[in-house]
């Protein structure tokens, strides 16, 4: 990015970091830094480039206010560089597109390198042919595999597929999903201006991390995957952490995901059939279940569901998609929230929960009826 302008300014801000020991990679702990008062030309603030150490200077630049910073790359004998990060414990990377409108201090990620062995993949669901068959990591094949780059000092994977609108996604080593490395692994979703992918859901650096990556837009991507393993740590202050799951709570603060939009889908989009089902907590137990019993019979594009449901029931209606033999549990959830806000029939029926899925008021027969082309859903009870 180019710089706007240079003008001389006595210095910075700095605040407490805390940091301990470089153990490999960037710091994971804290030290201090002492906080001086801007003395200067108004309009112009200063960016102090740190090690991973916390406390050294590696570089500052002055900017206007409102101007970019402009990133540079440093060099560390034994390690490798993994970007810029905006907090001391390399939590979320810098974002050099951002406007700078005061003393900002950024921070060296440095990692010694270790080899990944791990067999990465892509795992996920939805109506391109590769998550498809896919199936949220059912089946992990050629299609799915990461190749791993000849890239000395750095560990590199890459995979090319065509994706389509709604497919949701992240990479994992197994159909456990161990070492998942989602949403908040993402360097950026955007390309000339346009937002290629969406978070599927997760609040929170840890909760991102592990969200789906939505697809935005359809056509044909490119994926790199580089990874840092001799950096990887454990949640091990969650609930469910055990030393034979650890892998499920696996994490990194310096693998990135990239991707380059490389134009519309090379094979044209598959021809797929949706069909809706029922699932619920006593009439499922919340599992996916496929018969025609559960099932939405289709007429002129509507869906029709009439079936009868306890009081108390909690549910909501699921996908399934299929294409030339292979199906796929699909992405696409009906809830309370497609119940038209003024359809006090159908609300009469049922009520929502804070997931907005739909609570069955009493015992009976209830039909349901759904128009995927508005997205509507409508509620008859007997």
Not at 32 to 60: C, I, K, P, R, W
Request: glycine content about 12%.
């Amino acid at each position: 990015m180019k710089r706007k302008g240079i003008v001389t300014l006595l210095t910075v801000s700095v605040m407490a970091l805390g940091l301990s020991g470089l153990t490999g990679c960037g710091n994971k702990g804290g030290g201090t830094e002492s906080a001086t008062e801007q003395v200067g030309q108004t309009g112009v603030h200063t960016v102090t480039f740190y090690d991973s150490d916390g406390t050294t200077v590696l570089h500052t630049e002055e900017v206007e206010d409102g101007s970019q910073v402009e990133e540079y790359i440093p060099t560390k004998e034994g390690y490798t560089f993994a970007g810029w990060f905006a907090t001391p414990q390399m939590s979320h990377k810098f974002d050099f597109t951002a406007a700078v409108t005061e003393d900002i201090s950024v921070f060296a990620g440095f990692c010694s390198y270790v080899e990944d062995t791990r067999p990465w993949a892509i795992v996920g669901s939805g109506k391109s042919p590769v998550l498809m068959e896919s199936n949220w990591g059912a089946v992990i094949g050629d299609a799915q595999t990461l190749k791993k780059e000849d890239v000395e000092g750095a560990n590199v994977y890459t995979i090319t597929l065509d994706m389509e609108e709604g497919d949701e996604f992240q990479f994992a080593i197994d159909s456990a999903w161990s070492d998942q490395r989602g949403f908040g692994y993402m360097a950026t979703i955007e390309q000339d201006g346009k937002e290629y992918f969406a978070n599927s859901g997760g609040l929170g650096d840890t909760g991102t991390k592990k969200a789906n990556i939505k697809v935005a837009v359809s056509g044909n991507y490119t994926f790199t995957l580089t990874t840092y393993p001799g950096e990887d740590t454990y949640d091990t202050e969650d609930a469910y952490y055990s030393e034979e799951g650890r892998e499920n709570f696996n994490y990194s603060a310096y693998d990135t995901i990239t991707f380059t939009y490389n134009g519309e889908a090379a094979g044209g989009g598959a021809a797929y059939q949706t069909d809706y089902y029922i699932k619920g907590a006593k009439i499922t137990g919340w599992e996916d279940v496929y018969n025609d019993e559960l099932k939405f019979t289709e007429e002129n594009g509507i869906y029709t569901l009439k079936i009868d449901l306890e009081e108390g029931d909690e549910f909501l209606f699921t996908t399934l998609l299929t294409a030339d033999g292979t199906q796929s549990t699909g992405n696409e959830y009906v809830r309370y929230t497609n119940i038209a806000a003024d359809d006090s029939s159908s609300l009469a029926c049922v009520t929502g929960t804070d997931s907005a899925n739909m609570v069955a008021s009493a015992s009976g027969t209830y039909t349901f009826t759904y128009d995927p082309a508005t997205q509507v859903l409508k509620v008859a009870f007997e």
